[in-house]
């Protein structure tokens, strides 16, 4: 099986890419020993998803993937995206406390999740793109999933992510999307 190593030590992204990408091994850092920690210093998904990316194939030789994600909201003009998990500098409650204050006075609550995927073998770059969209919420709701789910509630679900299950938000997330493109790609590369 050819084997793919993903900049993540999170259990749940390796859980969701091993699910969806079958027929390749996905190992983690900490599989291969690598003390794996790169700075974000990017202004896109993209380019911090490639950061990643090209980081962890020079530090192990193998075909490496990284992904990059989170929270666009239409009314702050894209915010806090890149800086999503930073955005208040605190917990992620503390985010979705900051967003709620931001944006107590706004009507026009639409956002999405977007996650970025960048597959790079020392040649070759691939990059997808998955967006799912929604609206926020003016209160959290549920206590399911991570980051800003209970504030984003979901065109697709017609609830928020924080009330949704596992298996309902993988059905409709940015990630999951953002992986089934992949998977086709990855599959146009091995087929040449
Ligand atoms: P990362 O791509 O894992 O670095 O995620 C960046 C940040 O975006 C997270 O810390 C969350 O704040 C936010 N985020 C990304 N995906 C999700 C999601 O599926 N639900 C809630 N928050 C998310």
Same mark, same amino acid.
């Given at each position: 099986?050819?084997?793919?190593?993903?900049?993540?030590?999170?259990?749940?992204?390796?859980?969701?890419?091993?699910?969806?990408?079958?027929?390749?091994?996905?190992?983690?850092?900490?599989?291969?020993?690598?003390?794996?920690?790169?700075?974000?210093?990017?202004?896109?998904?993209?380019?911090?998803?490639?950061?990643?990316?090209?980081?962890?194939?020079?530090?192990?030789?193998?075909?490496?993937?990284?992904?990059?994600?989170?929270?666009?909201?239409?009314?702050?003009?894209?915010?806090?995206?890149?800086?999503?998990?930073?955005?208040?500098?605190?917990?992620?409650?503390?985010?979705?406390?900051?967003?709620?204050?931001?944006?107590?006075?706004?009507?026009?609550?639409?956002?999405?999740?977007? @996650?970025?995927?960048?597959? /790079? *073998?020392?040649?070759?770059?691939? &990059?997808?793109? +998955?967006? $799912?969209? !929604?609206?926020?919420?003016?209160?959290?709701?549920? @206590?399911?999933?991570?980051? /800003? *789910?209970?504030?984003?509630?979901? &065109?697709?679900? +017609?609830? $928020?992510? !924080?009330?949704?299950?596992?298996?309902?938000?993988?059905?409709?997330?940015?990630?999951?999307?953002?992986?089934?493109?992949?998977?086709?790609?990855?599959?146009?590369?091995?087929?040449?």
């Amino acid at each position: 099986m050819k084997e793919l190593v993903l900049a993540s030590g999170n259990a749940g992204k390796l859980a969701e890419f091993r699910a969806i990408l079958q027929g390749y091994e996905i190992l983690s850092p900490k599989d291969l020993e690598l003390d794996f920690d790169v700075e974000e210093t990017g202004n896109t998904f993209y380019d911090n998803a490639l950061i990643k990316a090209k980081a962890l194939y020079e530090m192990c030789n193998l075909p490496a993937l990284a992904d990059d994600s989170g929270l666009c909201v239409k009314a702050l003009n894209g915010a806090p995206g890149v800086f999503s998990a930073r955005y208040s500098g605190g917990t992620d409650a503390d985010n979705n406390a900051k967003l709620l204050d931001v944006m107590k006075n706004i009507a026009e609550r639409s956002a999405y999740f977007e @996650s970025c995927i960048v597959y /790079y *073998d020392g040649k070759n770059i691939i &990059d997808v793109t +998955g967006r $799912t969209h !929604g609206v926020i919420t003016d209160t959290p709701k549920g @206590s399911g999933g991570f980051g /800003y *789910d209970p504030l984003f509630l979901s &065109d697709d679900l +017609g609830k $928020t992510f !924080g009330e949704a299950s596992e298996e309902e938000k993988n059905e409709v997330s940015h990630r999951a999307r953002a992986l089934a493109a992949l998977s086709e790609k990855l599959k146009q590369i091995s087929d040449k």
